[in-house]
């Protein structure tokens, strides 16, 4: 199971921090994928992370790079994708994901899906 957590209401400009934590399951040995989806759009990849045995490579949609950053904890269990500089097109219901095959843009690969999170930007 994966829990996401920490969206809000941020102004343009602000920062957050998204958790997803995996419950009965070693989230070191999984490719972790974020993905957002806004009312009335299909659910986009934003940000993704090997896991740990392939070298926790980490990849970004072009709408996001240089502005957020994925990263892992494996004390805690838990991916986090720290969120700065945000703008309002940013604001979407942001939901992790979990494989144990490849890291992929599509949600289709993924098996396992937390319930999202949403996340709103007032300009």
């Known amino acids: 199971q994966l829990v996401e957590s920490g969206g809000g209401l941020v102004q343009a400009g602000d920062s957050l921090r998204l958790s997803c934590t995996a419950s009965g399951r070693d989230v070191n040995t999984f490719a972790t994928g974020w993905f957002r989806q806004a009312p009335g759009e299909e659910r986009d990849f934003v940000a993704g992370?090997?896991?740990?045995?392939?070298?926790?490579?980490?990849f970004y949609a072009d709408s996001v790079k240089g502005r957020f950053a994925i990263s892992r904890d494996n004390a805690k269990n838990t991916v986090y994708l720290q969120m700065n500089s945000l703008q309002p097109e940013d604001t979407a219901v942001y939901y992790c994901?979990?494989?144990?095959?490849?890291?992929?843009?599509?949600?289709?690969?993924?098996?396992?899906w937390g319930q999202g999170t949403q996340v709103t930007v007032s300009s």
């Open positions: 992370i090997t896991w740990s045995g392939s070298g926790s490579n980490t």
């Open positions: 994901a979990a494989t144990y095959t490849y890291l992929a843009t599509t949600d289709a690969s993924y098996p396992l």
